[in-house]
């Protein structure tokens, strides 16, 4: 099993920006795919980006490309979603997310359903 715990997580002005960190215990990730999703207040939770087992092959929503950039530590059990050129309609608690289901995640790396562990999230709040 794999716990996670995101940090990271605060207000920041419009233009500004955020690097969210996610903690994983339990086992190595090595063998792990990870993503992050957002949920924002009276919204489903949704993609934001995801990164395959190695760290090398990454995906993101349309919405964030160019601005947030996934990456993955390995040795650290670390994975991290910076976040540049933030807007107001970036805000949202935002979960990390592991999956060892790489047969399946390859399909579907935007998949929420596909991920087995989640962390409780950290909020991000951006202001206009």
């Known amino acids: 099993q794999v716990l996670l715990a995101e940090s990271g997580g605060g207000l920041v002005q419009a233009g500004g920006s955020l690097t969210l960190s996610c903690a994983a215990s339990?086992?190595?990730?090595?063998?792990?795919?990870m993503g992050w999703f957002r949920r924002a207040p009276g919204k489903q939770r949704g993609f934001v980006a995801a990164?395959?087992?190695?760290?090398?092959?990454?995906y993101y929503q349309d919405s964030v490309k160019g601005r947030f950039t996934i990456s993955k530590n390995n040795a650290k059990n670390m994975v991290y979603l910076r976040m540049n050129s933030l807007k107001p309609e970036d805000a949202a608690n935002y979960y990390c997310?592991?999956?060892?289901?790489?047969?399946?995640?390859?399909?579907?790396?935007?998949?929420?359903?596909?991920?087995?562990?989640w962390g409780r999230g950290t909020q991000v709040t951006v202001s206009a």
């Open positions: 997310a592991a999956t060892d289901l790489l047969r399946v995640w390859v399909d579907s790396p935007s998949d929420g359903a596909v991920y087995s562990y």
């Open positions: 339990g086992q190595p990730i090595n063998d792990y795919a």
């Open positions: 990164i395959d087992w190695t760290g090398h092959d990454t």
